[in-house]
């Protein structure tokens, strides 16, 4: 098993910059991607960021890409999400996600292991 757990979160204005961490325990070798989902109220959960093992094939959803930056640091176990320029409709909870399966993937039954999220609220 995996554990994950999200920090970072917050109450931020629009345009502002927010660092969202997730950190892994457990069974952290077998996993051969980590990445980021976020579902807002009344919103299915969307993909947000992903990035394989080590760290050299990083993808984005289109909303995000330009604004957000994703990592990892191995040494730490621990993923973190860069989000500059944050905009109202960024205002979601932020799951942390890994698997085993995959180093590429943007569905959320590819992700076997889950945080229990991360509140971002960004105001107008």
């Known amino acids: 098993q995996v554990q994950l757990v999200e920090s970072g979160g917050g109450l931020v204005q629009a345009g502002d910059s927010l660092r969202l961490s997730c950190a892994a325990s457990?069974?952290?070798?077998?996993?051969?991607?980590m990445g980021w989902f976020r579902q807002a109220p009344g919103k299915e959960r969307e993909f947000v960021s992903g990035?394989?093992?080590?760290?050299?094939?990083?993808y984005y959803a289109d909303s995000v890409k330009g604004r957000f930056t994703i990592s990892r640091d191995n040494a730490k176990n621990t993923v973190y999400l860069q989000m500059n320029s944050l905009k109202p409709e960024d205002t979601a909870v932020y799951y942390c996600?890994?698997?085993?399966?995959?180093?590429?993937?943007?569905?959320?039954?590819?992700?076997?292991?889950w945080g229990q999220g991360t509140q971002v609220t960004v105001s107008s």
């Open positions: 457990g069974r952290t070798f077998i996993t051969t991607g």
């Open positions: 996600v890994a698997t085993g399966r995959y180093n590429h993937a943007t569905q959320a039954n590819d992700y076997d292991y």
């Open positions: 990035i394989n093992w080590s760290g050299g094939n990083t």
